[in-house]
């Protein structure tokens, strides 16, 4: 089993920044993926950016120039900076990860618990 731990979310003021972490344990082979979703309220599940083993970047228009995804292959964890954030930026941010465990053929996708982020005065 593979399990996803974000951490970092919270309260900021307009214009501030915050910086998300995922962490992923468990038996794992690879990740060919690793991302980050958001979920407003009374909203979609929209994806925010993700970025494959190979190192490409995703990002949605909204948060093109503000956002930034890495990750650290060898410690199997994925972060998302985030600058300039907006009001309409607040909402639950989850992260998603393409994952093949030992002993499997295919790649499962897995979330995590979600971290919320709020951005207000």
């Known amino acids: 089993q593979v399990q996803l731990v974000e951490s970092g979310g919270g309260l900021v003021q307009p214009g501030g920044s915050l910086r998300l972490s995922c962490a992923a344990s468990g038996s794992i082979f690879s990740i060919n993926r690793m991302g980050w979703f958001r979920q407003a309220p009374g909203k979609q599940r929209e994806l925010v950016a993700d970025?494959?083993?190979?190192?490409?970047?995703t990002y949605a228009d909204s948060v093109k120039g503000r956002f930034t995804i890495s990750r650290d292959s060898a410690k199997n964890t994925a972060y998302l900076q985030m600058n300039s954030l907006k009001p309409e930026d607040t909402a639950v941010y989850y992260c998603?990860?393409?994952?093949?465990?030992?002993?499997?053929?295919?790649?499962?996708?897995?979330w995590g618990q979600g971290t919320q982020v709020t951005v207000s005065t």
């Open positions: 970025m494959t083993s190979g190192g490409s970047p």
């Open positions: 998603n990860a393409e994952v093949i465990a030992h002993g499997s053929i295919g790649s499962s996708n897995y």
